[in-house]
């Protein structure tokens, strides 16, 4: 969505009057200003995607670790219940 806001942004002419929602108020805002907020709020959206991402990874190896550490201590109970 943020990434649609920079598309139209970057086609306004620089004269055109940008409104900003605040609660139920528009308030006029800067082009400059506006399109400063939105490419910080899409780096900061890209910076948690990415921590996100990363932390899905450490989970992803931590459980695939536990899941061998339990097979090889269930391998050979079950082998012992076959005798």
């Known amino acids: 969505m943020h990434g649609l806001i920079m598309q139209e ?4 002419d620089e004269d055109a009057n940008i ?3 605040v609660g139920p108020v528009l ?3 800067d082009p400059l200003e506006a399109t400063s907020n939105v490419k910080k709020r899409l780096e ?3 910076g948690e995607v990415d921590r ?3 932390q ?5 190896d931590k459980q695939s670790k536990r899941q ?3 097979g090889s201590v269930i391998l050979p109970c079950l ?5």
């Open 9 to 12: 942004l970057e086609l306004l």
């Open 19 to 21: 409104f900003k929602l």
């Open 27 to 29: 308030i006029k805002q």
């Open 44 to 46: 900061f959206i890209k």
């Open 52 to 54: 996100l991402d990363a």
């Open 56 to 60: 899905l990874r450490r989970l992803d």
């Open 68 to 70: 061998h550490t339990v």
């Open 79 to 83: 082998v012992l219940l076959a005798y």
